[in-house]
């Protein structure tokens, strides 16, 4: 079974700008469970957030 950080990564590989709030509606998670799974990945150094949050996107490190 994919892990829900392997589904946010898909998400951002999928679109860079990708938001929060719209991770949360596809992936059917609340805001809270995707954004400490973000956190997570940002931890490990597999993503970064390059720019704002209105107008950045996501950088996959690894």
């Given at each position: 079974m994919e892990s829900t950080q392997?589904?946010?990564?898909?998400?951002?590989?999928?679109?860079?700008?990708?938001t929060q709030n719209m991770m949360s509606n596809k992936l059917g998670f609340a805001r809270s469970?995707?954004?400490s799974n973000l956190q997570k990945l940002?931890?490990?150094?597999?993503?970064?957030?390059?720019?704002?949050d209105r107008n950045?996107?996501?950088k996959i490190l690894k």
């Open positions: 392997e589904k946010i990564l898909y998400l951002i590989r999928e679109n860079p700008r990708i469970t995707i954004s940002k931890e490990k150094g597999i993503i970064d957030r390059i720019g704002s950045g996107y996501w």
